[in-house]
């Protein structure tokens, strides 16, 4: 992941780019309102969104597969973040709460 970087959109959408050529490596799909934020584990192997439509989602880097959803939230998830450890995730929403999720099972 030294080379990639990925961007969230108002079409739904996350792209991960190879930055060294400006080339789109793929696209992740499956949120259903805007992606308001997205970050990479420490060491670059998984990617998490989070989305106006309340929930996150975990890709595989190396595939671009979702490997859970995080649905808990009942408003949009503003932010996302990977503990250092990157056995964790934290989401931020505006139904005034953050939740705390295991990566290996998707759940608070």
């Known amino acids: 992941a030294n080379d990639m970087c990925i961007t969230g959109s108002i079409d739904r959408s996350c792209k991960v780019w190879k930055v060294s050529t400006g080339q789109c ?8 309102d805007e992606v308001l934020d ?6 670059g192997s998984m990617i998490v969104s989070a989305s106006a439509d309340a929930t996150a ?6 595939t671009g597969n979702c490997i859970s959803s995080l649905i808990e939230h009942e408003g949009e998830i ?11 995730i934290i989401s931020a929403s505006s139904d005034k709460t953050c939740k705390v999720w295991s990566v290996d099972n998707g759940e608070v």
């Not at 490596?25 to 259903?32: D, E, P, S, V």
């Not at 989602?57 to 190396?62: H, T, W």
């Not at 973040?81 to 056995?87: C, K, M, V």
């Open 25 to 32: 490596l793929y696209t992740l799909r499956g949120h259903t």
């Open 38 to 43: 997205v970050a990479f584990n420490v060491s």
């Open 57 to 62: 989602r975990v890709y595989s880097s190396a």
């Open 78 to 88: 503003s932010k996302v973040q990977f503990n250092p450890q990157g056995t964790k």
